[in-house]
């Protein structure tokens, strides 16, 4: 079953008033769940997306961690989850889906087909939301940056390779340039069988983009190396990076200097550790609970010979 949920934020708080019904439409879904969280903070040029960094990358670890948990326990461990930020309901999203859940106390079936069956669930404790905080330096940074970078194997992609994408997305304003682990450099990885041809992972990704964002341009290059195109690209300006994978960001750094190109603003991705310090209690518990690891995924289907 493919399941459509959709809520409203009235602010970029963690929305834990919503973690049950995430929850529940988990629950319900066998193969796809498209969470759709609606705002006029989403749309470009309202906030500043620099600015505003950690608490859309919390917002979105929080959704997807609600979801993910709930299928990694039912078994559906390739159940495919995907979190969308949106100003108003796009009028493609619901075509494919075979059931919506709706929040209580929201009404959007004027903008829903009439044969989709829908349920309301209800909201939890709204003051249980945590506050929002501040990007450091946020004065001095722009809004948005042309040309913005990130890299990955992005194989069997999951939650935590989407909120890395979207985040990456978010600060974009013309390009977003993905490069792709080429198979030479996988030769180590466990379950090697098992990993997604190039080809594979390159489609998966550049489809969820354009779901997440259709308005941008997307360059998918394979990469032999830490640099990829930051070594001989010198108009990018931006790149994201993992908590785990920052001591590349430190090479990049060094290499675009010795070249004399200009130096990138990093990104971290921070909030997919469970040591994450953007994390209350509560949250960092459950994502120790949850696996956002392809090696994870890959294991699983080599025991279950399932794919």
Request: hydrophobic share 40%.
């Amino acid at each position: 079953m493919k399941t459509l949920f959709i809520a409203t934020l009235d602010s970029l708080d963690v929305p834990h008033h919503i973690g049950p019904a995430i929850a529940s439409a988990a629950t319900a879904t066998t193969h796809s769940l498209v969470i759709v969280l609606l705002s006029p903070l989403f749309d470009l040029g309202h906030i500043s997306r620099t600015q505003q960094w950690d608490d859309i990358q919390r917002v979105l670890a929080y959704a997807y961690v609600q979801a993910t948990k709930v299928a990694q326990d039912n078994g559906r461990i390739l159940m495919d989850v995907s979190v969308l930020l949106q100003g108003c309901l796009p009028a493609d999203l619901a075509a494919e889906a075979d059931m919506c859940f709706l929040v209580e106390g929201e009404d959007h079936t004027s903008s829903l087909p009439r044969t989709l069956p829908q349920t309301i669930l209800p909201q939890g404790d709204r003051a249980s939301t945590t506050p929002s905080t501040h990007l450091c330096k946020q004065d001095v940074l722009p809004p948005l940056y042309p040309v913005v970078i990130l890299g990955g194997t992005f194989d069997h992609l999951h939650a935590g390779h989407k909120i890395l994408l979207s985040m990456a997305a978010w600060i974009t304003e013309t390009k977003l340039i993905i490069g792709l682990t080429d198979d030479v450099l996988l030769q180590k990885k466990p379950f090697r069988h098992l990993l997604e041809p190039f080809h594979t992972r390159m489609e998966k990704t550049r489809s969820f983009l354009r779901l997440f964002r259709k308005d941008l341009e997307y360059e998918l290059v394979p990469i032999t190396d830490v640099y990829g195109p930051t070594a001989w690209d010198p108009n990018i300006q931006a790149l994201v990076v993992s908590k785990e994978t920052l001591p590349g960001a430190a090479a990049i750094a060094k290499e675009r200097a010795r070249k004399g190109f200009p130096a990138l603003q990093t990104f971290i991705i921070d909030v997919i550790s469970a040591d994450s310090d953007k994390l209350d209690h509560e949250d960092a518990e459950l994502m120790r609970q949850t696996k956002m690891s392809s090696t994870f995924i890959r294991e699983w289907i080599s025991k279950n010979n399932a794919e």
